[in-house]
């Protein structure tokens, strides 16, 4: 059974760093789309950023650009979120999805089929 499983979050303070990561079992990332979303208490799910396999485009939601980096590393079949400067309303449930969206899709959830279960991120002092 496929499965996708993040790590790396936890508590940290504010202006502090994280990297999650996220990897499969029984799946190759190729030509596939690898994406974070996160969930807070309370609110929708948001799109955080997303990473092309093949290829390499990368994608960003506003509030995370120049702070957050989505990286993959072919060697270990992992997509990473190095996530710098956190600020308390970073936090949330962090999870990864795997999909094949159009560029024009990329941010929706809709447009994929497997997630994780998610990792908890804390931004408090």
């Known amino acids: 059974q496929e499965q996708l499983l993040e790590s790396g979050g936890g508590l940290v303070e504010p202006g502090g760093s994280l990297r999650l990561s996220c990897t499969a079992s029984g799946r190759s990332f190729s030509g596939y789309g690898l994406a974070w979303f996160r969930q807070a208490p309370g609110k929708d799910r948001e799109f955080v950023a997303a990473i092309r396999w093949n290829g390499g485009n990368t994608y960003y939601e506003d509030s995370v650009k120049g702070r957050f980096t989505i990286s993959k590393d072919s060697a270990k079949n992992a997509v990473h979120l190095q996530m710098n400067s956190l600020k308390p309303e970073d936090t949330a449930v962090y999870s990864c999805?795997?999909?094949?969206?159009?560029?024009?899709?990329?941010?929706?959830?809709?447009?994929?089929?497997?997630w994780g279960q998610g990792t908890q991120v804390t931004i408090s002092s």
């Open positions: 999805a795997i999909g094949r969206p159009i560029t024009s899709s990329v941010r929706r959830p809709e447009s994929y089929y497997y």
